[in-house]
């Protein structure tokens, strides 16, 4: 993070943030027109959103390599480990897409000094 000192919700900061973006007429968000300070908070969400998914997401599988006994023996079901990889993979693409955004967003403020 940069000049914030602690993000405590940044899913849902950046859920309300990103309605306020500006569009072009082809409906893509314009960086250049965007409110730099915006552009800071939502890259510094995304950032920190990246972070806790990839943590969440290492962890998960630790789980799941190690509860490989109880999965076979069928004290855990076969559907709630798939429903597990469904979310692995939804966090997985949620994770790179957001990774994507903060990029554009540090494109855009890269000479940004907070005031």
Do not use: W
Not at 31 to 41: G, H, K, M, Q
Not at 89 to 101: R, Y
């Amino acid at each position: 993070m940069t000049y914030r000192t602690q993000a405590t919700r940044p899913m849902r900061d950046l859920l309300k943030r990103l309605p306020t973006l500006p569009k072009t007429s082809t409906m893509e968000i314009d960086f250049p027109a965007a409110d730099v300070s915006l552009l800071v908070a939502i890259g510094d969400d995304s950032q920190t959103i990246v972070q806790v998914i990839n943590g969440g997401l290492a962890a998960m599988g630790l789980l799941l390599a190690h509860s490989a006994p109880v999965i076979e023996d069928g004290t855990v079901g076969a559907d709630d480990v798939e429903c597990i990889g469904f979310l692995l993979a939804e966090l997985a693409d949620l994770s790179a897409s957001l990774l994507i955004l903060s990029a554009q967003c540090r494109r855009q403020t890269f000479d940004f000094v907070p005031e």
